[in-house]
């Protein structure tokens, strides 16, 4: 399957072991996250599949710029002509392709042994150029409001994006969903990663999207508080606020 709705609004397209999410609004579709390399042609058969032509393709939105989320980016911009967002930590990376910070594994066996199947700090991927850094607190003016929430830990520059209208958070690789919702595969810092999972437990929402791993669909919050929530310390700022 090329292309599943999470919701109103947000499709879901797997890149093999790693994820991206298209969304619809009246300004174009927007694109969050990139998977790895030559992938790219699972996003523009999605995009066809939902009845649009890849010049409808506007924005590409990156949580953090690790391989599996920048790598076929370079590709879907010189199809689309897409404006790309991406936090200034990590826009370096990016734009060198490049090398990558090294990370160590998250505590278990599991987490063990994919890191040392998957990542590869020395790996590079086509550079891709970054049109629009991201700011901690900001609602993005697209789709009816995508809140920018800075969580590093995994990676210095991940963001998690809430889209307002529809109450759904993407959160990146903060944490995935694969045999129950959990840590990502390694940390570049497991003290802020383990306090962005605070911090996201201590969001209002009703859906999550993961880099790796299946959706959320309903009580995703109560999932993150359950998971994280006991010393949840989320400021103000951060906190969904009601839709309009």
Known sequence: MGVERV???????????????????DDGL????AGFPNKQALVFDAVRRLGFSPDRLKRLIFTHGHFDHIGSAAAIVRETGARTYMHPLDISVAEGGGPFRTMTPAPGLLRQVTF?????????????AIDQP?????????????????VPGHCAGQVAL???????????DVCMNLMGLGDPIGFENLSEG????RKLA?????????????PIARDAAARFRDKWGNNASASPATTLRPAA
């Open 7 to 25: 919701i109103d609004g947000v499709h879901f397209v797997p890149m093999g072991m790693a994820n991206a999410y298209l969304i619809e609004g």
């Open 134 to 150: 991201l700011t901690d607190g900001e609602i993005l003016p697209i789709a009816g409001g995508i809140e920018v929430i800075h």
């Open 194 to 197: 383990r306090a962005s999972q």
């Open 116 to 128: 040392r199947l998957f990542f590869d700090p020395g790996k590079r991927v086509e550079p891709v």
């Open 30 to 33: 927007t694109l969050i996250d």
């Open 202 to 214: 201590g969001l209002s929402f009703d859906v999550a999207a993961f880099g790796h791993g299946k």
């Open 162 to 172: 809430l889209w307002r209208p529809g109450r759904m958070l993407f959160a990146g």
